[in-house]
């Protein structure tokens, strides 16, 4: 099938490599100069593990081609699939701006039926939007459909060559049609397509995210009520999830969620219910949770030290979760402000999210970014974790306790073994264990 895609960021890029490696031919259409030339040349903006060679293998094979120009990327694909940006408005809802245009966009150049299918999280509506956009600028007929992305950053090429479930919003019999054959070779040995109404799809997005969002503050608020009972939150955790009515998924504590996804889709939801006179109170509480648990780290550490003028601290972590370098929203930037706030020094290492951070914080002579875990601990005063890498879960303890001025660490994912931390001399500061 020919295919378009509108925007290359992380769900525009999976989702066109990913289909392009199933055969069909892919336009990724981006109006950002600068990226479209770097995927060109080769290079991949983005960390995801297991993309790169996808987008190559289906570039060098003809499938998949990288432009800025509007009206060829219109006129490629019957199916054009927007998956812009949509981030938060100062108010909390979503900016629908890059969506609304490239409607225009496509309504301006096609000469053809379209369908255009939005990938991008939207608020309950935005197809209706789209369809008005559309037919200001064009007087063929199209069909407009929601079919949501549910991609882990992290895992989502995986997520979408084997997807848990593809969503398809539509009362268009042809478009429904034209996406379960654009599906079908990921579902080969059971059905995953689940038809519903347009808006039903775009509230279900929401939906799933802020239930994900809503277990982990839930479990954030039992990590701190077991610290302070003196309970231990990894054998809750176990206990909770050995339920089958509740799984393990999404109950580990922390330091607070961040990304591209959670944040912002609990704040649009909740602007979205308010303006439909539905206040959702609990996800009120998740936000607020959240951006409390985000300083638990930092106050562990002045709990710990007083006052933190002239002290240096190792953070091993920036990204807002392990194999991505997204450092949107995420915790590591919480803890550093609150950190050098207080007059500390910061000298952090992350395998993937080094250059981001180094963007973000040139020119604060207080964070330095190293190229190494251990060349992080170099003067510093203590340790904290911030980020689930894999290269984080077994480290030297004795080469970790050599460098620091204090052994103390402290955890904000919960990796390590109170006890071993402590037969290995350290001071150890886990979120909601017992130590």
């Given at each position: 099938m020919?295919?378009?895609?509108i925007?290359t960021?992380?769900?525009?890029l999976v989702?066109?490599?990913c ?10 259409l981006?109006?950002n100069q600068?990226?479209i030339r770097?995927?060109?040349e080769?290079r991949i903006?983005i960390?995801?593990p ?7 293998r ?6 998949l081609?990288f432009?800025t120009?509007v ?9 054009q699939?927007?998956a812009v940006?949509?981030?938060p ?13 490239a409607?225009?966009?496509?309504g301006r150049?096609?000469k053809?039926w ?7 999280t939207v608020p309950v509506?935005t197809a209706?939007r ?5 037919e200001k600028?064009?007087a063929?007929a199209?069909?407009v ?7 882990k ?6 997520d ?5 479930r ?13 996406l379960?054959q ?5 579902q080969?040995?059971r ?6 109404s347009?808006r039903?799809a ?10 994900l969002a ?9 990590a701190?009520?077991?610290?302070a ?5 990894e054998?809750v955790?176990?206990g ?6 509740i799984?393990?998924?999404?109950l580990?504590s ?5 990304g591209?996804?959670?944040p912002?889709?609990v704040?649009a939801?909740q602007?979205t219910?308010?303006?439909a ?7 009120a509480a998740?936000?607020?949770?959240n951006e409390?648990?985000?300083?638990v ?5 002045r ?14 972590g ?11 929203e995420a ?5 550093i402000?609150d950190?050098?706030g207080a007059?500390?020094a910061v000298r952090?290492?992350d395998?993937a999210?080094?250059?981001e951070?180094?963007r973000?914080f040139?020119?604060n002579?207080s ?6 875990a251990?060349?992080a ?8 974790v911030v980020t689930?890498?894999?290269e984080f879960?077994?480290?030297d303890?004795?080469a970790i306790k050599a460098?620091?001025?204090?052994p103390a660490?402290f ?6 073994d109170p006890?071993v931390l402590?037969s290995?001399g ?10």
């Amino acid at each position: 099938m020919n295919v378009t895609v509108i925007g290359t960021g992380y769900v525009g890029l999976v989702t066109g490599a990913c289909l392009a490696d199933a055969g069909n031919a892919v336009f990724c259409l981006d109006l950002n100069q600068e990226k479209i030339r770097s995927l060109n040349e080769g290079r991949i903006p983005i960390y995801e593990p297991g993309l790169e060679p996808i987008v190559r293998r289906n570039r060098d094979a003809g499938r998949l081609a990288f432009s800025t120009d509007v009206a060829a990327g219109v006129a490629h694909g019957e199916l054009q699939l927007i998956a812009v940006d949509t981030p938060p408005g100062e108010d909390g809802s979503a900016d629908l701006r890059q969506v609304l245009a490239a409607a225009q966009a496509i309504g301006r150049h096609m000469k053809s039926w379209k369908l255009v299918a939005t990938k991008s999280t939207v608020p309950v509506g935005t197809a209706d939007r789209i369809k008005l956009a559309i037919e200001k600028e064009s007087a063929v007929a199209f069909a407009v459909v929601s079919n949501p992305e549910f991609l882990k950053e992290g895992a989502a090429v995986e997520d979408f060559m084997r997807p848990d479930r593809v969503i398809i919003g539509a009362e268009d019999a042809r478009a429904v049609a034209l996406l379960r054959q654009l599906y079908a070779p990921f579902q080969r040995n059971r059905e995953r397509v689940i038809v519903m109404s347009v808006r039903s799809a775009e509230l279900t997005k929401y939906a799933a995210n802020a239930m994900l969002a809503s277990r982990i503050s839930f479990m954030n608020e039992i990590a701190n009520l077991a610290e302070a009972l003196g309970a231990d939150v990894e054998e809750v955790r176990r206990g909770v999830g050995s339920d089958p009515r509740i799984g393990y998924q999404f109950l580990y504590s922390g330091a607070g969620f961040g990304g591209s996804c959670f944040p912002k889709d609990v704040k649009a939801l909740q602007k979205t219910a308010a303006e439909a006179g539905r206040p959702l109170r609990v996800l009120a509480a998740v936000e607020q949770v959240n951006e409390a648990q985000k300083h638990v780290l930092g106050d562990k550490i002045r709990a710990r030290f007083g006052s933190l003028s002239a002290r240096t601290f190792a953070l091993w972590g920036l990204a807002f979760k392990a194999n991505t370098d997204d450092m949107r929203e995420a915790p590591s930037r919480t803890l550093i402000a609150d950190l050098i706030g207080a007059g500390a020094a910061v000298r952090a290492y992350d395998p993937a999210a080094g250059r981001e951070a180094r963007r973000l914080f040139e020119g604060n002579g207080s964070v330095r970014i190293l190229d190494s875990a251990m060349a992080a601990l170099e003067g510093a005063d203590a340790l904290a974790v911030v980020t689930e890498w894999q290269e984080f879960r077994s480290p030297d303890f004795a080469a970790i306790k050599a460098k620091l001025k204090t052994p103390a660490i402290f955890d904000g994912r919960n990796l390590y073994d109170p006890a071993v931390l402590k037969s290995a001399g350290f001071e150890y500061f886990p979120i909601g264990r017992k130590t």
